[in-house]
């Protein structure tokens, strides 16, 4: 029975003797991780799935913060939509 631990993706497996081995394996790890950093779409929907979680708990922990932290919002964003269709008008 081996107690094998799992390699990630974007690492070279240790104990590879072979060259060409080797090179295959560095290659195919590299290439992971530019598939990795170049993915986007896959890092944003990540980032505002960690975002929305923070959110829910942040506000289930903080119910009046969270409240006012959504009024003060949109307070400012109405602000700067007044400012500009003032601007606009004038």
């Given at each position: 029975?081996?107690?094998?631990?799992?390699?990630?993706r974007?690492?070279?497996?240790?104990?590879?003797?072979?060259?060409?081995?080797?090179?295959?394996?560095?290659?195919?790890?590299?290439?992971?991780?530019?598939?990795?950093?170049a993915?986007?779409?896959?890092?944003?929907?990540?980032?505002?799935?960690?975002?929305?979680r923070?959110?829910?708990?942040?506000s289930?922990?903080?119910?009046?913060?969270?409240?006012?932290?959504?009024?003060?919002?949109?307070?400012?964003?109405?602000?700067?939509?007044?400012a500009?269709?003032?601007?606009?008008?004038?």
């Open positions: 029975m081996s107690s094998e631990v799992p390699v990630p974007t690492a070279v497996p240790l104990g590879i003797t072979d060259p060409v081995e080797k090179a295959r394996a560095e290659l195919k790890a590299t290439l992971a991780a530019i598939e990795v950093k993915n986007v779409p896959r890092r944003l929907t990540r980032a505002s799935t960690r975002a929305r923070t959110a829910r708990e942040f289930r922990d903080n119910p009046v913060a969270a409240t006012a932290i959504v009024a003060t919002a949109a307070g400012v964003v109405g602000a700067i939509v007044w500009i269709v003032r601007s606009y008008t004038r």
